[in-house]
């Protein structure tokens, strides 16, 4: 039994570890302690409501709100930002600043932050406790949303500060990673949103809080509202500072100069190269003059401070107009239709190709050739027709081919989905080539050496036909091709020989069975040991099998009951592939208790090497602590870097991390 001065106790304790989970990124407990404690909490509250106390975990999720939002009145306005599109505009609108402030533009420190694509929010504390969230509105007056702002775990339901300021309102944005964008856009049950700051927006505007709870979303302060408080402050910075002080994530790219030219061209170029990377869509960069006495002195003018400036980057949505829609043929023969463009400058590069995913988008937009349409480009990620914007003056409907356009085989769509499969299996060029490049990828077999432009070629001649063609390459066949060489041939054939020696979870995935990936690969792996269980085991037995659904179960079953597969398979074999069986289980996550962090430039995406990491079994965290086992520190590494030198953290460059991985895939 909890008595009133325990369950105060275990309200501060979960308190304490969601803020080191979702604001430091360094979790103190596991998630199962946390669960554990969390119920205890919920039960003692059931049983003693008058016990409830508003900083609560429990009182994240409250009541579903009326079909109104209540309006509150900002008690200080919310400004927005002048917008400047060129270095020339952003060094203008601080010469100016500096003009009418009668200082050379050297002496003004520059405070720069990115630029947060979500939506700002005034969040209201009195006394230390969060008394309401509230959209910006007109700026004067908003709407309350506070009972999904509640929801945010890196919004502090109570300030962690002994002696809280009377009033406080901080300012920021909400927004929504793109990895929990992602994932929301591929659960079917949503209908699918454009970027994630509409789906943030879309979220925050739920009704209901325990749907907004399903779609994490994190919150960034970056500026003071109303505020009466003891504590007294000269620099923006300083605020920041307080901001993290007082339990609220911080903005990672922060940067403070002196205001030159050149100092903001590096500025900007060091935040277009970091973009790809963050986790967040970000579309520009906000400098702001850190000295408040001089923003006081500055001033308003409309909306918008004298003080800060929104350099925004080069737009991320362009019209352009459909000329044509080809039809690829992917590993498993499924058609994906390919918009191709008018060429259009977007977000910095020249775009002619953009994805349509497949048919049923097609008519969700209804999309023709001719039509003029909105393309989106987020990051390095493949562009995306958003929507028509005016519809052609000669319209021709898009068709699926009823014949492969590789081998001309009969396109048929799939049972029970949106997809169009090719019925020409592997008499199916397009699908030979896949499937051989899939099996030598890295998180397959991870053969480097063999690139996927010579598969291309070495299918074209005829030589490779299948994945056990690999395996009876002779270095002629190599040596004769344009730029290849005796010396190229003989390291691609001893890479080849080098990665017959693999895992059984790695040859499961390298099959390529339909929905059978590199973690239901594994799980298979693990439940079942050995080849032949998995070959002989009926749909019953393989739906026991964690996170394997009937369609899973189905497809390996389907895999194995085809006699050309398990001749496939046992070639395979009988060509040297082997494993080592007791291996299964022991090597599955030989990261596991670990903590990474990933810093500086590194020569895959950031996520690739995350979501290796992962399937190693080991966490990947943002921030260095003292709780981190490795860093790893790409090109031009900085603040993290030196942080663990100072915590005397382990640090691996990228050869050493690939070194590790190599090892420990073997
Ligand atoms: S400062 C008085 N800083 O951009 C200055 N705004 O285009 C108020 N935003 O409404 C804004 N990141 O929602 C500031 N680091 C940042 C920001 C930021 C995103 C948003 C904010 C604002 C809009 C203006």
Known sequence: MMTYVDYQK?????????HAYHVLDAPLVSDAEFDAAFRQLQISEQKNPDWLMPESPTQRVGDIASSTFKKITHDVKMLSLANAFS???????????????????LQLSIFSESKLDGLAISLRYENGLLRYGATRGDGEIGEDVTHTIKTIQSIPLKLQIDTPPDVLEVRGEVFMTKSVFEKLNQSENVRSFVNPRNAAAGTIRQLNPKAAMERPLQFIPYGMGAYSGEREFTRHSEILSYFGEIGFKSNPNNHAFWATKTAFEQDYQRMEKLRDFLPMEIDGIVYKIDDLNLQEKLGFIARSPKWAVARKFPAQVMTTTLLDVDFQVGRTGVLTPVARLEPVFVGGVTVSNATLHNMDEIERLNLCIGDKIEIHRAGDVIPKVTKVVAEGE????IVMPSHCPVCSSSVQRIENQTAYRCS???ICAAQIAERIKYYASRNCMNIRQLGTKLIEVLCEQGI????????????????????????????????????KHTKFSTFLTALGIPEVGESGAKNLARYFESLEKLRT??????????????????????????AANNQLVDDLLAAGVTWDENKIVENLQPLAEQTWVLTGTLSS????????????????SSSVSAKTTVVLAGEAAGSKRKQAEDLGVKILDETQ??????????
């Open 10 to 18: 275990c309200v501060a304790q979960l308190n304490v570890w969601n």
């Open 605 to 620: 995406p950031r996520n690739e090497i995350k979501e290796k990491l992962e399937g190693l079994g080991a966490k990947v």
């Open 424 to 426: 020409g299996g592997l």
């Open 464 to 499: 490779l036909n299948n994945v056990v063609d690999i395996y009876r390459l002779q270095i002629d066949d190599i040596s004769k091709l344009e730029g290849q060489g005796e010396k190229n041939a003989t390291k691609i054939l001893a890479a080849i020989e080098g990665s």
């Open 394 to 397: 000669t319209r021709q409907n």
């Open 87 to 105: 270095i020339d505009e952003t060094v203008d609108f601080f010469v100016k600043a500096a003009k009418e402030l009668a200082i050379p533009l």
């Open 657 to 666: 991390f690939l070194e590790l991985i190599e090892s420990l895939s073997k």
């Open 537 to 562: 085991a009926d749909i019953e037995t393989l739906v026991q099998v964690p996170d394997v659904g009937s369609v899973t179960a189905n497809n390996v079953r389907t895999f194995f009951d085809d």
